[in-house]
Structure formats: C-alpha cells, structure tokens
C-alpha cells in the first residue's frame, strides 16, 4: 500500500473512533486520550494528523455537511421527467437515507456539538443559510407555476428545515423507529397537505 494511502486510512481511522466517541459520551467529555485509546494509536500519532480534539469534530462536521448538500439536487420544473413532487421526494429521500447511514454524525452535529463556541455554531448557521436560500428559491419558483401553496415563504422555509431536522435526529436517537421509506412516506403525506397545490405538483411537464 502507498504511504498516502497508509495516511489516509490512519486519518480515517482516528476520525471514526473520534466520531463514535463524540456520540457516546458528548463531544465534551471526550478527551484526546479516549480517541487514541479508541484507535489504539500512540498519542504521538493522533497529533501528525490533527493539532487538537476540536481539528477532528471541525474535519467530521465539514465532511458531514458536505454529503448533507450533494444530495440537494435543483428542481427542474419546466423540464424534468419526474414531477416536481417526485423530485423533491426524490431529495428528501437522499438527505433522510445518507443521514440516517450515520447516526453518530447526526447526534453530534444536530444535538451534542450545538453551542460549543461561536465559530462552529457560525458554521452551522453557514450551512442552514445556504440550504434556506436554496429552499426558498424553489418554493418561489414553486409559488409562481402553481404548485406550491401561497403564503410566507420564510415561515415554510423555517418548518421545512425545521421538520427534517428534527424527524432526522429523532430517528437516529430512537424516539421514531421507523424505516427510511416510511419517515419519507409520512413527510411527503404532511408537505401535500400544507405545501403543495394538490394535482398540481404531480404533474410532469
């Protein structure tokens, strides 16, 4: 195997204990030492890849955000072959399945690492900005074809992020036991009753 291969099976090894660690005990009460124990590494080499515990969280939350927002893919209302409502299912479900193939990152950066200090609390609100950007475009282009209900986009953008956020995290934490097509199911069930113009989102333009 190539040294950087070495590297970087090493660097992924340190961040996954690191990961579960955070998830097991809060990313406070985790300490270097438990990491390395964990990994099963001497200390020495926990610090050629990372200078300190807070450089691991920031590699793991940036990863995690950014598989979060590959799986957002943009609307095609006028040219898509699936209906508006099948692609916007069709990303809800992609965020719901990849989120929930990690519930240890979703535990830390949706419940254990929020309020930490206000750079990574920055970086959250970042992400969320970003997606409510990319929300609230759609719902206007939504709004402006007929598919999506009049009324306050901020407000529907705000129970939109809100609603995922919080079916995401009480899935991984066990308050809904529920399979990844069933939580889908039921979110769709509740966006066609107080989103979407009914009939008009199914149809493919």
Known sequence: MARSARREERRQQILACARDAFAEKGYQAVTVDDVVARAEIARGTFYLY????RAVLDALVDDFLQRIASCIIGIDIAHGQDSPREQLRQN???????ALS???????VLRDASGLDPAFDAKIRSFYATLRTLLDESLQEGQQNGIVRTGDRAVMASIGLGGLRELVLDAVTGELP?????LVDELMRFLDHGLLVPGRANEVR
Do not use: L
């Open 92 to 98: 809800v479900e992609r965020i719901t399945r990849m």
């Open 102 to 108: 990690d519930p240890a990152m979703v535990k830390v």
């Open 50 to 53: 990372f200078d300190d515990k």
């Open 178 to 182: 529920r399979t990844p097509e069933q």
